[in-house]
């Protein structure tokens, strides 16, 4: 049972052009949404965060979309940067229950410079 | 460097064995979570400690244990190794327990031959 799924396994993108990160999930009880950066051989890193009351958050570069009807949030990183290449996992919670994050399988993100 | 620290790195045993996998959180974090990595999936949350109590449980099998000390460390116990128990174990620390992001270590990489 995928609560959380990211249907591409893999991206490739040209540097300065915008990548779009795709996650949907299927419990509507998650309230907290987060995206991990991971570079091989290192554990992941956060990125950025949303809470269900949001529609957008933006962080730099980086801007999550959430859309609670159609249980999508997406990941926008412009402009993308070859030290973007990484894999990304989208992560889910529901907050009273604690931290127990949700993942998804990942998207290898590729950024040819 | 997230702060989290993990020991091994590396673990090769064989079937039927046990072994203990090792977690030292961020300083001043209280929460120790469990997470494992099986090729090619996202991470599968296996428990979550706060402040040296259980919290939230995933899907830990019965072979697998863990435990958090006074000191905030925490073990993670397998035994009875199977070959599909081979994979990444990741340890995360966060200071609380709900909505917040969680800092991972490198991870322990275990292969049962």
């Known amino acids: 049972d995928q609560q959380v799924k990211q249907n591409s396994p893999s991206l490739s993108v040209q540097e300065g052009r915008i990548s779009i990160l795709n996650c949907d999930y299927t419990?509507?009880?998650?309230?907290?949404f987060l995206w991990y950066k991971k570079y091989p051989a290192e554990g992941p890193t956060f990125l950025i965060s949303?809470?269900?009351?949001?529609d957008k958050n933006e962080d730099g570069r980086f801007t999550v979309f959430l859309n609670k009807s159609a249980k999508h949030l997406s990941l926008h990183i412009v402009p993308s940067q070859p030290g973007d290449s990484a894999v990304y996992f989208c992560?889910?919670?529901?907050?009273?229950?604690?931290?127990?994050?949700?993942f998804g399988a990942g998207t290898i993100l590729r950024v040819k410079s | 460097d997230s702060g989290v620290t993990q020991t091994p790195k590396h673990l090769i045993t064989a079937t039927g064995q046990r072994v203990t996998l090792r977690c030292s959180p961020r300083?001043?974090?209280?929460?120790v979570y469990w997470y494992q990595q099986s090729l090619d999936q996202g991470l599968q949350f296996l428990i979550q400690?706060?402040?040296?109590?259980?919290?939230a449980k995933g899907n830990i099998l019965e072979r697998f244990s863990a435990q958090q000390f006074p000191d905030l460390h925490s073990e993670l116990n397998l035994s009875s190794l199977e070959l599909g128990d081979s994979a990444l174990y990741f340890c995360?620390?966060?200071?609380?327990?709900?909505?917040?992001?969680?800092?991972f270590g490198e991870g322990s990489r275990l292969t049962v031959l």
């Open positions: 995360a620390s966060s200071v609380g327990t709900s909505g917040e992001e969680l800092f």
């Open positions: 419990n509507s009880m998650f309230d907290y």
């Open positions: 949303i809470s269900s009351i949001k």
């Open positions: 992560a889910a919670s529901i907050m009273e229950y604690g931290n127990k994050l949700v």
């Open positions: 300083s001043g974090d209280l929460s």
């Open positions: 400690y706060y402040n040296g109590e259980e919290r």
